[in-house]
């Protein structure tokens, strides 16, 4: 009995990841009254260094594959891949934030302690086996959020994001948890693996049940992944927030409930695929044609990434639609180019909003292209892997989604998908055009040159783009076997 | 190993050469960098044919696999067969000359390196496009090529209409690519690769012809869109805001064919469906015919030349469309050395007279810029199909072929050729003849301009006789029908008839042509405003989808309230008060009460999808 | 039957003291409704014998979470608040909404009870210990890492709420 109190010393290591992120966080947070003003850019690269850490933590977890904590979690390679782009974006995140904090005067611990445990939030959604894990990974993620959205205390933007983050966020967990209990109800369990064996084994199974329960969970994970008809929060809340949370949150909770999204619907619900798939298939076209369309009016490049992030999410829902192995390989392939592309993209805006972020407007980086070259080319490689141009990562996620659609016989989902990122094009254009094809604006006239660490967040995320695009064969491969593992 | 991969890296490497140091390189090393990768790139495909000839098998080199997922493997691959042994040689000597003839060009123009940098960029892209050994590369080609016209279109970034015109194409564009995309996830799902050597030696044995007319169909959007036919034309007339080289090397004689070379790359896909090769003859057809009428109406001397391509873009889309690949491949190479001088003879001419395009301020340079004139007279001569020109014999080709699959193709298509020989000369008499208009003085252009306009009025003068079906019968065999004296008799006529009446109306009775366009009224109006095909996707396209968005996603689904509160609503959000007050504000009430629509649509839908057995 | 009869009570609580939250006007009575609601689930933890959940909910609830909000609503001046519009012009569209689930429910009620198949619970060993001591038992073994987790979560709560409300950090 008092055995199994004490975790064995595997189970600890399939674990350690977010056990490293858990103290440096808390560390964090102690050492934050005693480091000086001038120093608390120390605090981000202890950060750093934690979550390099934990990527090495990641690693060795992943050679030691297998579920922990009477099966709560599992570490198998859809975990490990998640968790590697989690943990990635955590540091591209701090990297980009450095200079916007000092701009802002609010250089302060706590930022960086919320931002490894949001972190850790996300990583215990993409390892959780088990309903309550997912749902506590996903509110600790939430809550750290919607505080970095409201971070600046004194900008009135920054409070209207968070609390409207706040409210609709926890209105939509309410779904989700309504759907974990009619689950708990239809099958008596909450462990994933046993839920999916309740299924299979009942001679008739509660499809009702089950279907109403895909729908609640849809509601919930919809609105995290700002899939529509949930879309509605997202450019405000994007438009609100400071830029790197911005950029952190349409890539670090969007990856992670993305992952769960295909966890649970690939395992749990997939014996009543035929049921949800339509559903999906209307999400996917109205979350697409809604970003996209939107997206055309834009003049503030967050709201417009927004508007994009939303189609985006719509790409990967054509993904999830294919409902096969192949279409969970790419929607994988996919998040982890989209985080890059987008991440870079947002450290662009970071450097160029300036002080109280003034200067967001796509015509505020006219010229950009003449007055810092490299910058321009860098948001350059970042708009075609968002429109999908090939040698980027973008064009093969597409590439991956619309064969996995064809091959499930979703042809005119293909089409429909391929019509739009063609409209897409051409606010993604837009950008290129004003930053290269306008005179200067009075801001890009005196940019100040970009600091290391901003170079950091610029420089990762274009080679990781560049690399997918070129070497997509490893990453690509390691999805599938993933995908192949988490369909069995 | 050829090390075919070479061939690309040259211009490739200057791109990053350019693109990177360029700003702080002066203007000779930028120079040596631009064309000495291209003449790099052009020796090593002489090298390259050199050892592989006589080049009886296609020549593949795989580098390594590209990705892999399920039973689709791509690698990336270069191959070299007859076919791209043709389109090599066009792209980079062609490319070449137009390079050094850019020197000139552009000393006066600003961003000079940057000019170069894209120019080479350019170059990679369309190599990656003639030498790809699978769909998919060629497609990187050609989204890439797409990218640098786009670039280069907009180069003089300060002309709005430069902007608005590279935007158009790269749009324009966009909708060819989404039906080339469409086309290989087709072929992908059909033969299960996208290795040419694998999937066109399947297409014999396949039956579905539906699904393989669809291929061709799709494919064929994505060559209208890159070759500009019609219904996807319009962007290439716009293009010409351009520099002249560009105008020139990309929406001439490369980037432009691509369309071309796709399809008859595609030859045996094609061949399993008749069907879709009448559409390939009739689009190009009608493109030929209605690009001409345009020309002849047209007085910006760049537009003329423009229309022109369409035009016998339109021809080379017959001969692919009547299955004369090859005759299409060879009026693909003697076009692109006389339009090539064609454009860069009105380059000339525009440099001369500093910047003016309008044929009704020319007149009388023949005697001021002579060897642009001759140029320019060889290369008329040859695209009106002057007896023993180049263009004489590819033309003739087409022609003949054309009359093998349908006798009324052979007399729309030879009209057409009378019309373009008159156009073409009306422009050479409106340019050169009679007397002076304009204000400026003409000076010819230096030496590294008129050298390599004279190497390709050459080519248009000799190049007929590179007998390219003959060297691509191994691939397209050739049909052996009799060579008709009499259909070449009555085609050479028509042609010295438009030769004729430009020369009547535009040299011994200048007075005329003003005189029939006002008695033909309407119609005059109509073509010379290109059938208003612009106004017409403008008000049936474009304005309804901004005005659609606009209306329903952004005021409907973007209510767009931060602004709102931003902007002095929301002055006392600083208190506890304030956020309550926000939350009274309707805001994200009306926010909550669409998830909780969207939900109820979702459980109900979900509800009776579970519940119906 | 007993059972059957505070069942129906107890939900008759939890219901009626939600809707009198939303629907009075008076922030301290709202917060009254709201601890009878709370009060309500108790009562039905009681009846499933999860004894050791009616305590925690009348103790953490009711007795720590109410009263505290209870003294924000009557420190804040809520005044300006409870003079506004309760009700916004969405009504016809909320009305649209209950009507719908309320249709699909009477769907599913008039298939009959195998469109509520639920699984049968499971074996409940017999009571060897008491409720709370085997809740402590599973929480500590089985569920030891959610266990644990969640005080991050509330960790995560503490250093939000500070960054929130501090004046000066």
Redesign the interface.
């Known amino acids: 009995m008092l055995d199994s109190f004490i975790p064995s010393w595997a189970e600890l290591l399939r674990f350690m990841p977010e056990i490293i992120l858990s103290l440096v966080g808390s560390l964090l947070v102690m050492l934050e009254p005693v480091t000086g003003p001038k120093s608390k850019s120390m605090l981000g690269h202890v950060a750093i260094a934690g979550l390099i850490v934990a990527l090495g933590a990641t690693f060795v977890a992943h050679a030691n594959p297998g579920a922990a904590f009477s099966s709560m979690i599992v570490v198998d390679g859809f975990a490990t891949f998640f968790r590697v782009i989690v943990f990635t974006v955590g540091i591209l995140t701090i990297f980009s934030s450095y200079q916007y904090l000092d701009r802002e005067g609010s250089n302060r611990g706590e930022y960086y302690a919320l931002i490894l445990f949001s972190v850790v939030g996300q990583s215990v959604m993409v390892v959780a086996n088990e309903l309550i894990m997912i749902f506590i990974g996903l509110e600790i993620s939430s809550i750290a959020t919607y505080v970095l959205a409201g971070f600046l205390r004194d900008d009135k933007r920054n409070n209207e994001s968070a609390i409207k983050y706040f409210l609709l966020g926890s209105f939509a967990t309410g779904f989700l948890l309504y759907g974990i209990a009619l689950i708990y109800g239809a099958t008596g369990t909450t462990d994933l693996g046993e839920v999916r064996q309740a299924v299979l084994q009942s001679a008739e199974p509660p499809v009702l049940l089950l279907s109403v329960a895909a729908g609640l969970m849809f509601i919930g994970l919809g609105f995290k992944v700002s899939g529509a008809p949930f879309q509605m929060w997202t450019p405000d809340v994007y438009q609100g927030a400071p830029t790197p949370v911005t950029a952190f949150m349409s890539a670090g909770p969007k990856a992670a409930a993305f992952a769960i999204f295909l966890r649970i619907f690939v395992t749990v619900f997939e014996s009543v695929g035929d049921r949800w798939e339509p559903l999906i298939w209307a999400s996917a076209l109205a979350s697409m044609t809604i970003g996209n369309f939107a997206a055309l009016q834009q003049k503030n490049f967050k709201r417009l990434l927004a508007y994009s992030s939303i189609a985006h999410a719509g790409y990967v829902l054509v993904a999830l639609t294919a409902r096969s192995e192949i279409g969970t390989a790419s929607a994988m392939f996919y998040l982890a180019a989209y985080a890059l592309m987008n991440m870079g993209a947002f450290a662009v805006i970071a450097h160029v909003a300036g002080k109280g972020e003034t200067t967001v407007d796509v015509s505020d980086f006219a010229g950009l292209g003449a007055k810092q070259p490299v910058t321009a080319a860098l948001l350059t490689i970042f708009m075609l892997s968002l429109i999908g141009v090939p040698l980027t990562g973008g064009f093969f996620g597409k590439f991956y989604i619309f064969k996995a659609a064809l091959e499930s016989k979703l042809l005119w989902l293909a089409i429909l998908g391929l019509l739009n990122s063609a409209v897409a094009a051409y606010y993604y254009l837009r950008v290129l055009v004003v930053m290269y094809m306008e005179e200067p604006s009075a801001r890009t006239e005196n940019l100040e040159p970009m600091p290391m660490s901003l170079q950091a967040a610029l420089w990762l995320p274009a080679a990781g783009v560049l690399f997918l695009g070129i070497f997509p064969s490893a990453v690509l491969e390691f999805a599938s076997a993933s995908a192949r593992l988490l369909g069995q | 190993m050829q090390q075919l991969w070479l061939i690309p890296t040259f211009p490739l490497l200057g791109f990053l050469i350019n693109g990177i140091f360029g700003r702080r390189l002066p203007k000779q090393a930028v120079n040596a960098v631009a064309i000495g990768s291209v003449l790099l790139s052009f020796v090593w495909v002489l090298k390259t044919l050199s050892g592989l000839w006589p080049i009886d098998q296609p020549h593949i080199e795989r580098y390594f696999t590209w990705f892999e997922s399920g039973e689709l493997s791509i690698g990336f691959d270069l191959a070299v067969d007859r076919l791209t042994a043709v389109m090599l040689m066009v792209v980079t000597g062609v490319g070449s000359l137009i390079h050094v003839y850019s020197i000139g060009y552009m000393s006066h123009e600003g961003g000079y390196y940057r000019f170069f940098a894209y120019l080479n960029l350019f170059m990679f892209f369309m190599l990656i496009l003639v030498l790809g050994a699978n769909f998919l590369l060629l497609f990187v080609g050609w989204e890439g090529v797409g990218l640098c016209s786009f670039l280069l279109i907009g180069f003089y970034f300060v002309k709005k209409s430069a902007t608005d015109a590279g935007n158009k194409a790269f749009i324009v564009n966009r909708i060819g690519d989404f039906g080339f995309s469409l086309a290989m996830f087709l072929v992908f799902v059909t033969f299960g690769s996208l290795d040419f050597d694998k999937v066109l030696p399947q297409v014999a044995g396949y039956a579905d012809t539906g699904t393989i007319t669809l291929i061709c169909l799709l494919l064929m959007v994505g060559a209208a869109g890159k070759s500009a036919q019609i219904p996807l034309y319009v962007w290439l007339p716009d293009a010409m805001e351009g520099p002249t080289p560009v105008s020139a090397l990309i929406h001439a004689a490369t980037m432009v064919t691509a369309g071309v070379y796709m399809v008859a790359r595609a030859a045996p896909l094609y061949q399993a469906s008749p069907a879709a090769m009448e559409v390939v003859a009739v689009v190009g057809l009608l493109t030929a015919v209605m690009a001409a009428t345009i020309g002849i109406t047209q007085y910006d001397i760049k537009k003329v030349f423009a229309y022109s391509t369409v035009s016998q873009l339109g021809y080379m889309f017959v001969a692919v469309g009547v299955g004369a690949y090859s005759a299409g491949i060879w009026h693909l190479m003697t076009h692109a050395f006389f339009k090539a001088v064609l454009f860069l003879g009105a380059g000339s001419v525009i440099h001369a007279l500093s910047g003016e395009q309008d044929m009704r301020q020319m007149g009388g340079l023949r005697k001021k810029i002579p060897i642009t004139f001759y140029s320019i007279l060889f290369a008329s001569l040859a695209i009106a199909g002057f007896p023993f020109t180049a263009g004489y014999f590819s033309k003739d080709e087409i022609l003949l072929a054309a009359h093998h699959h349908a006798p009324w193709m052979y007399w729309v298509a030879t009209i057409t050729a009378g019309m373009t020989a008159f156009y073409v000369f009306r422009a050479l008499f409106m340019t050169f003849f009679g007397k002076y208009r304009g204000k400026e003085h003409p000076h010819e252009s230096p030496l590294v301009m008129t050298a390599p306009v004279g190497i390709l009025a050459l080519l248009s003068l000799f190049g007929g006789f590179l007998n390219v079906p003959q060297w691509l019968s191994p691939m397209f065999p050739l049909d052996g029908g009799a060579h008709d004296l009499t259909l070449v008799a009555i085609s050479v006529a028509f042609g010295l008839a438009g030769i004729g009446l430009a020369y009547y109306m535009y040299v011994l009775r200048p007075e005329l042509p003003g005189q029939i366009a006002t008695s033909l009224g309407g119609l005059y109006t109509l073509v010379y405003n290109k059938y208003f095909v612009d106004e017409m996707y403008d008000a049936a396209v474009v304005k309804p989808l901004i005005s659609g968005s606009r209306q329903v996603l952004w005021k409907g689904a973007d209510v767009g309230l931060i602004d709102g509160i931003v902007n002095g609503v929301g002055t006392v959000a600083r208190s506890v008060g304030g956020v309550l007050k926000l939350l009274q504000s309707g805001n994200i009430r009306s926010y909550a009460t669409w998830v909780v629509m969207g939900s109820i649509i979702v459980l109900v839908a979900m509800g009776v999808a579970g519940g119906g057995k | 039957m007993l059972d059957t009869v505070f069942f129906y009570l107890f939900t008759l609580l939890t219901l009626g003291g939600a809707i009198l939250t939303v629907a009075t006007r008076n922030a301290v009575h709202s917060a009254l409704f709201l601890i009878t609601s709370l009060l309500g689930v108790a009562g039905l933890y009681l009846l499933l014998h999860a004894e050791f959940l009616f305590a925690v909910q009348i103790i953490v609830y009711v007795g720590g979470i109410m009263v505290l909000f209870l003294f924000v609503i009557m420190l ?3 005044d ?2 409870a003079a ?1 519009r309760q009700f ?1 012009r ?1 009504w016809p ?2 009305l649209g ?1 209950v009507a ?2 309320g249709l ?1 429910l009477f ?2 009620l008039g ?1 009959g009870e195998p ?8 074996p409940v060993p017999e009571p060897t210990a008491g409720n709370t001591e085997r809740i402590a038992d599973v929480l ?7 266990f644990e ?2 005080s ?2 509330l ?3 503490v ?2 709420s ?3 409300a501090k004046k000066r ?1």
Do not use: D, T, W
């Open positions: 804040v001046n809520l300006a608040a506004q916004s969405m569209v909320a909404c719908l689930v699909e769907y599913f298939k469109a509520f198949r639920i699984a049968a619970p499971p500590f073994s089985q569920y030891l890492l959610p987790i969640a991050l979560l960790l995560v709560a250093i939000g500070v960054v929130m950090i």
